[in-house]
């Protein structure tokens, strides 16, 4: 992964052989081919590591400090998601940063958005590497059509060991 100086995700490499691996398993692959792109590409792990990575700051904070962060997902259609950050504690090398979001798409701008949602969340970095080992949170969001609306909650959860 090659990240840029504000964090963001530039390049994934080597998903084309995850993929590939994933595809020539004939029962997995048959099963998973109408999700891989959305799952598991490239796009999808950018726009996990986005998600992730967006809340760590690009400069030194004590607890208490606010700062905001937007990313647009990208995956199956641009989604934008603007953080609230607040480091909410810090505890020898681990900081425990509390997430907030609002989460919207419109089709075109100026257009109403017809995703809105919300999220809350919360990340536990390293503070001396800037490496999130928890990340977790939960979203609500509506989608709006003509006739109906759909919402879909979400649970998301990184934990590294």
Known sequence: ???SNKGQVEYVQEMNEIIQDIENDSATG???SGVIPDQISQDAVTDMLNRIFSVIPAKEIAARDTWISNITL???HPVNISNFNVLKSRN???SVIEIQSNVFARRSPGEEPYLQGNQK???SVS???GMPF???AQSEIVTTTDVYDVKQVEKFLLKME
């Open 134 to 136: 928890l990340y977790q």
């Open 127 to 129: 503070y001396s590497t």
């Open 30 to 32: 048959k099963y998973l």
């Open 74 to 76: 990208i995956t199956n």
């Open 1 to 3: 992964m090659v990240f």
């Open 92 to 94: 020898g090398d681990t």
């Open 121 to 123: 969340g919360s990340a």
